[in-house]
């Protein structure tokens, strides 16, 4: 028997071992409409690799389209169908930052956004670092972390390989920490990725990190990829260059103790190289967290406010109710599928847009279902109710006015481009609103007739679409991704004046008095301008403090107190008219939505890491 116990051991040892197996990847391929160079590299590319004996899958990290678009998801996937081999993907931030879908394609696509295998011992896990809809660093939501944890605790004993787009890094994910944190716990021989478009040789707080060249073509003229080999002792990554032979790159252990680039073993406990600093929370000790809900699911719309609640939705779908005064849960309403756009509420009616292709409206009180109307494409622009009255765009290239009590859809203007994320302007006159497609339209509040476009610079990617535009003194007031402030006549849409001088970008705030726009620069500072007048003038600069920031999330004035947020989970206060700072506090290191005060040196915040709260200072 004892012989036995030792033959069984001995085979359970050699089963849980990897076995010799190859596979290839392909990474950052960049389809788009005007480049047909990039689809014939990826066909060279698969062309090779179906040339190829002994491979046994294809891993796809990333980016595989410019814009994020249905068509040309579907023409990647046209191609990638043509390996002989099974192939597994991950999206990439150009499948996240910019999709009419609000991300549902890519899972309608190719059938999930995360995976997870064995294959000859070894366990393979990928899964979506963002970031979503809104500019910012990468970002992995808390329900992939947790999912991640669950199967890598299912799958202990087996060695594993991570696969993502972006690196696992300070700097390119903003939650990198809480990622490696967890992944140093268990048998993570080698993570994969692509995002840098060249080789890298990298170490995520101890555990190995490579990540591959873009597969369209270099300087030569060649595309490539990566080629792995895995044997029970070690992992061969070799790149291969189209008709050419697999050049050597690096090799990494399967067995025994985890060695990092820089030689160092893997300390599973202890904790990743830095941490983000949260120092300001002990410096300004005016601001306390009232109350905070960590719902565990990423957000990426604003909080709302309608009398004693607060409306948030999600990213599975769901619209929560809170308490205003005690955060506490009092109902929920789940769509089928995310909600990326800010909700608005009044007259006790909720309503918000879903990627289901849904617009919802729903009893404040208790959330019940009062109607819903269905638009052709995902719903992913924000929400604005004035007079009884609901404005929402959606991806199917209309922007709809509904009466929020009935559900009867009042107009649908059906003259736009691009689709729309943005929450519109309404007033008495005019909806104004931007979308993907390089234009800011304006049209009839009562009719919905077009009354003017404004024309950006060409190229989607500069489009004033994730602005919240605001209005005073005549004036039309927008930043867009050029990082151009502009003020623009409010009746015939020209532009008034435009510059570049603080560098700003996709965020604008009106004071309550309409005298003077707020703006966030690129490089940590606030600016004040000016409504007054037909020539741009600054009022004050402040450096704030927050470093290289790009986050779409707008300034707020309330009570001559100006609030701001960041994408590296900032928010910070300043006076309105001075620009002095008057405190910034740390919620986590990732993105809060535009915030929301509420009164009485109270300020409402959500972040992309899942968190809800209510901030309150002296």
């Not at 922007?399 to 007033?427: C, F, S």
């Not at 104004?432 to 497609?437: H, I, K, L, T």
Request: hydrophobic share 35%.
């Amino acid at each position: 028997m004892r012989h036995l116990s030792l033959f069984l051991s001995l085979l359970l040892t050699i089963s849980m071992q990897a076995q010799n197996f190859k596979f290839a990847q392909l990474t950052d391929v960049h389809l788009n409409h005007d480049n047909l160079e990039k689809v014939e590299d990826l066909l060279r590319s698969i062309a090779q690799i179906n040339a190829t004996d002994g491979l046994d899958f294809v891993l796809i990290t990333g980016d595989i389209s410019d814009e994020g678009d249905r068509y040309t998801m579907e023409k990647a996937k046209g191609c990638f169908d043509l390996l002989r081999y099974p192939y597994f993907i991950v999206l990439g931030n150009h499948e996240t930052k910019w999709s009419d879908s609000g991300c549902t394609a890519f899972e309608e696509i190719f059938g999930y956004e995360r995976f997870e295998f064995e294959h000859k011992g070894v366990y393979f896990l990928g899964f979506n670092t963002g970031p979503l809809m809104r500019m910012a660093y990468g970002h992995v939501v808390p329900q992939d972390i947790t999912w991640m944890k669950e199967k890598l605790t299912e799958n202990k004993d087996k060695p594993a390989i991570i696969v993502t787009h972006y690196p696992l890094l300070p700097g390119d994910v903003d939650n990198w920490y809480d990622v490696t944190d967890a992944l140093r716990k268990f048998n993570v021989r080698l993570c994969i990725g692509g995002h840098y478009h060249v080789w890298r040789n990298l170490s995520y707080d101890g555990i190995p990190g490579v990540l591959m060249r873009c597969n369209y073509r270099d300087k030569d003229g060649k595309p490539g990829y990566g080629i792995y080999e895995v044997t029970p002792d070690s992992i061969y990554i070799n790149v291969q260059r189209i008709g050419e032979k697999p050049q050597p790159l690096g090799v990494y252990s399967m067995r025994g103790d985890i060695i990092d680039v820089n030689g160092e073993k893997l300390n599973p406990d202890s904790g990743a190289k830095e941490y983000p600093s949260m120092e300001d929370n002990k410096t300004f000790k005016n601001v306390k967290e009232d109350w905070i809900v960590q719902t565990g699911v990423g957000i990426y719309s604003s909080p709302v406010v309608d009398g004693d609640k607060v409306f948030v939705g999600d990213d599975l779908g769901v619209l929560t109710a809170y308490q205003l005064k005690s955060g506490k849960k009092l109902w929920e309403y789940k769509s089928k599928k995310r909600i990326v756009g800010t909700p608005d509420a009044k007259e006790g009616v909720v309503v918000f847009g879903s990627a289901d292709r849904h617009i919802y409206g729903l009893n404040s009180t208790d959330g019940s279902l009062k109607w819903t109307v269905k638009a052709e494409e995902p719903v992913i622009g924000a929400v604005t109710i004035s007079n009884g009255i609901a404005y929402i765009g959606a991806s199917d290239h209309k922007m709809r006015a509904i009466n929020i009590h009935t559900g009867k859809v009042v107009w649908t203007y059906d003259g736009i481009q691009g689709y729309i994320e943005t929450k519109p302007l309404v007033t008495e006159q005019h909806v104004v609103f931007g979308a993907w497609d390089n234009t800011l339209y304006s049209i009839k509040t009562d009719t919905g007739t077009e009354e003017w476009k404004w024309i950006g610079a060409q190229g989607m990617h500069y489009s004033p679409a994730a602005v919240w535009p605001v209005e005073a003194e005549g004036k039309i007031f927008i930043a867009d991704p050029r990082r151009v402030m502009s003020a623009i006549d409010k009746d015939k849409g020209t532009t008034i004046w435009s510059t570049k001088q603080s560098m700003v970008r996709e965020t604008i705030g009106l004071s309550e008095d309409g005298k003077r726009i707020y703006s966030k620069t690129m490089n940590d500072s606030i600016v004040c301008y000016s409504t007054e007048g037909n020539v741009p003038k600054e009022i004050w600069s402040t450096a704030v403090g927050f470093g290289y920031e790009h986050a779409p999330s707008m300034p707020v004035e309330k009570e001559e107190v100006v609030y701001g947020s960041t994408k590296e989970g900032m928010i910070f206060a300043l006076e309105a008219k001075t620009g002095k700072l008057l405190w910034r506090h740390k919620i986590g290191n990732s993105l809060i939505n535009t915030v929301v005060p509420v009164g009485k040196k109270r300020v409402l915040f959500t972040a992309t890491s899942g968190e809800v709260g209510l901030l309150k200072f002296k």
